[in-house]
Structures are given as structure tokens and as C-alpha cells.
């Protein structure tokens, strides 16, 4: 599984989990960099589920993909 579709899976997996949400998810080729922004701020920010879901993710892909980035800690103003 190649690292873009492995955020895919997982964020298909998080739109069933997180319905009140929207994300978008970009892939920097050039410098071998996933974003994924989350919106509304009040998910991003305070619901501790979603932190608990992002952490772990998090770590699974740095575990996986070690030679890529995973940003997702992008500023939300909504």
C-alpha cells in the first residue's frame, strides 16, 4: 500500500467516525508531503476523539512511511 492510499483508507474510515467534519487532503510531491486539514475548528481543536484518531494515525503512518511527512496541524480559522 503506497502511503497516499493509506491516508485515503484512513480518511475514509474518518468521514464514517467524524460526519460533522470536512477535510481536504493534499500530496506535495516534491517534497514528499501529506496535508490534511480538518475543519470546523472546534473538532480540530477540542474534540478529544479526534485527537486520540489523529495521534494514532499519525504514528501508524510515521511507523509505515518513515521517509515522507504527514502535516496536519494546519491553523483553522472557521
Known sequence: MTSQEYIINSLNEFIVNFPQTRIRYEFDQLSDVHFIEVVPNSVY??????????????????????????????????
Open 45 to 78: 481543536r477540542l474534540n478529544e476523539e479526534y485527537i486520540e484518531w489523529k495521534n494514532e494515525m499519525y504514528d501508524r503512518f510515521v511507523t509505515l512511511y518513515p521517509d515522507q511527512n504527514l502535516c496536519t496541524d494546519i491553523i483553522q480559522l472557521i
